[in-house]
């Protein structure tokens, strides 16, 4: 049996079509579920874990398997949760006839395989627990009585899985060599740069294009690890029959969502740096017509979140402030970025920019049309609100599948995106400055800008008077 998932090729499980619509199985009388108009709207916690559990003659919708495996650890972590469906998954096949067992086991053993396949490929780092492992052999010895090919495709399914959480452990290690190394900062960035000592990104690439297509490498780079469970473990419990709270939930296992976020402040803080770093007013004015042009062909990229995070670095205030370099700029181009990115109306125009980035993505006929990399903190926001905005329990008891379905679809979209390769050349050393090269604190970039131009008022003269006294203090200790 072929491995399978849920987001093969430009397959999605929750297009406008198939979003809530499949049938109910037989054994929709296991448990206690509601639909309406032939989709699924609330079930008890014990009907939708039986809901998962295949059969001989019965396999879960794909769009319930990814929406369940998601969002049930709104209720339960996922270990739990395996040990139920495997639990059930030999239960319901015993009969105390071994030899009917068997024959039970190897009808039912390709399914129990796909079931475990789509839940390994699309959500692996569940699998971190040692204890998932575990049920993993042992659901592996059970079949292997039954079905040896199913055995061979479980074993090929659990090499898929290693591979796949080593990949994870190499990229979590190589953030922090990254990270390390951008903390080891210059005693003085500033000092260096009146030396000439200290490159800056123009020293690296002029040409906007090329940087705009490796803060792609590096967006597209990150997003490929970061799980869609991440979203729904990012809320914490709010789950008002469990009183206990969830232990799984409550460690808040979001390490590479948050590194993502770290990357979009990083970038800001490196073009605010690069825009205050040089001591003459033309070299940051080109600073400035550089990033935005950078910005642009991220726009036309479809790289939203660096996008976003270039202009919310050249809005930072010891950047606004520099008005005389800012008069050396023809502000067109910045001004209609901007408007792009207006967050009045809830973001409606980037919204319908991502619109038109997905429509495109959809019917592209080359990778580079496929990217669509969306400003990542609205999304985190988007579907954090979508989950405090409904009850995740109906007053029933029920598990309001509704909300179920809608978180699903967002997060199925990120899928999507995630797994588009990056269609460009890599150029390591801009890659390497631009993830390691050192930038300003905050109070390093107003102090740098109070130096470019001069305090304007009483209030920025106080500011630049205790900032250098601060940072004084911080060199000496």
């Given at each position: 049996?072929?491995?399978?998932?849920?987001?093969?090729?430009?397959?999605?499980?929750?297009?406008?079509d198939n979003l809530h619509k499949y049938h109910q199985p037989m054994e929709a009388s296991y448990g206690d579920m509601c639909?309406?108009?032939n989709s699924l709207v609330s079930g008890s916690l014990e009907a939708l874990i039986q809901h998962l559990v295949p059969t001989v003659d019965y396999y879960p919708d794909r769009s319930y398997v990814f929406t369940f495996l998601l969002s049930s650890r709104l209720f339960l972590n996922p270990y739990e949760l395996m040990s139920r469906v495997c639990h059930l998954c030999v239960e319901q096949h015993r009969s105390g006839d071994l030899l009917l067992d068997k024959i039970r086991i190897r009808d039912v053993a390709p399914k129990i395989v796909q079931l475990l396949t789509e839940w390994t490929e699309t959500f692996p780092y569940d699998f971190r627990d040692e204890r998932m492992m575990r049920c993993l052999k042992e659901m592996s010895h059970h079949l292997a009585r039954g079905d040896e090919y199913s055995w061979r495709a479980m074993q090929q399914m659990t090499q898929r899985l290693i591979r796949r959480l080593a990949a994870l452990g190499q990229y979590e290690e190589a953030i922090a060599t990254l990270n390390a190394s951008a903390a080891e900062r210059p005693a003085a960035l500033k000092t260096k740069q009146h030396n000439g000592q200290r490159s800056d990104v123009l020293s690296i690439s002029d040409d906007a294009f090329i940087l705009a297509q490796q803060l792609t490498h590096i967006e597209l780079d990150r997003l490929s690890f970061i799980g869609p469970e991440e979203f729904i473990q990012a809320f914490g419990v709010k789950d008002p029959l469990d009183n206990h709270k969830v232990e799984f939930l409550r460690k808040r296992k979001t390490t590479n969502l948050e590194a993502y976020v770290a990357w979009f402040n990083r970038l800001s803080y490196l073009v605010a740096t690069e825009i205050c770093m040089p001591v003459k007013?033309?070299?940051?004015?080109?600073?400035?017509?550089?990033?935005?042009?950078?910005?642009?062909?991220?726009?036309?990229?479809?790289?939203?979140?660096?996008?976003?995070?270039?202009?919310t670095g050249m809005n930072m205030s010891p950047v606004s402030r520099l008005k005389k370099t800012w008069s050396k700029v023809n502000t067109?181009?910045?001004?209609?970025l901007e408007h792009q990115m207006d967050p009045s109306s809830n973001f409606s125009n980037y919204r319908t920019a991502l619109r038109g980035a997905t429509q495109r993505s959809i019917t592209a006929h080359s990778n580079q049309e496929k990217i669509v990399i969306p400003f990542f903190s609205l999304l985190i926001k988007d579907i954090y609100f979508l989950n405090e905005g409904c009850a995740s329990r109906l007053s029933n008891g029920h598990v309001n599948f509704e909300k179920l379905w809608d978180l699903a679809k967002q997060v199925s979209e990120f899928l999507v995106w995630r797994q588009v390769t990056?269609?460009?050349?890599?150029?390591?050393?801009?890659?390497?400055y631009l993830v390691t090269t050192p930038v300003f604190t905050e109070d390093e970039l107003h102090l740098a800008s109070y130096e470019s131009e001069g305090p304007e008022n009483h209030m920025e003269k106080d500011s630049r008077r205790s900032l250098r006294s601060s940072l004084l203090h911080r060199e000496h200790r």
């Open positions: 049996m072929p491995p399978t998932t849920p987001y093969a090729g430009k397959f999605s499980p929750y297009n406008n639909y309406h108009d007013k033309k070299h940051r004015a080109r600073a400035l017509e550089f990033f935005i042009d950078v910005a642009r062909e991220c726009f036309n990229i479809g790289n939203f979140n660096s996008l976003m995070a270039i202009i067109d181009k910045f001004d209609i990056c269609p460009f050349e890599r150029d390591r050393k801009i890659l390497q």
